[in-house]
């Protein structure tokens, strides 16, 4: 029975298809048969990438061997390496799967933006609580990222980048059709600029955060409900701008200075 993360893998990698029949008493040309690797190739490589994914979401990036990966696809170390290059390769290919099964279903295959990019968040929150092994990889591999020359530092590090811009993106749109709808124009500078930069970074925290929390205990964290929650409480404050109200204001207990 296959997991649903090896459902996932099978929608995100295409198996490509066997090159057609040639014509009677015609073979096919080298070229044809360049251009058109053998099924058996992307199958395999599905395979390594699903068992790659497995490895480096339990183990970690560098715990986790190349000889474990081909364990469990039945092949050799020197198998995986024909197939991938390397393992740096391999967890460059393991984070862009991670990444393709996030915008599969969607248009365009990529992110909205407005107010569809906050609904995509939560939707993307649902879909994770039903595939454990693509959190899990992804929380792990973003958690090491941090350590001094993991290979996954600039992919995660650019990735943040990204989505940290693609959310003020979408909060900016947001704040502008609302002041258009009403005949305004957006003057509060608590409604642009590092205000909004501040915001997409407390949503970014907040889902990676609620996924370490899930990971952990399931029971106790509805990924989902916590992860909608958060968002809305976020683009709620946010959108307030200076109305917003600050009850933590003021000072609270000082902790005492650490002692040599």
Known sequence: MKSGTDDAVSAAVATIPAPPPAGEGQAPTGASRARRPRRATAERREEILRAA?????????HNGSLHEVAAQVGITHAGVLHHFGSKDRLLWAVLEYRDQVDVEHLEGKHIPGGLDLFRHLTTTARVNAARRGIVQTYTVLT??????????????RERFTILRGNIADALRTVVHERAAARGETVTDPELDGVALDRAASSIIAVMDGLQTQWLLDPSAVDLADSTAFAIEAILTATLAGSDRPHPTAGTGPVPPEPTA
């Open 53 to 61: 994914t497995r490895v480096f979401g339990s183990r970690g990036y």
């Open 143 to 156: 958690g090491e990222a941090v350590t001094d020359g993991h290979p996954a530092s600039d992919w995660v």
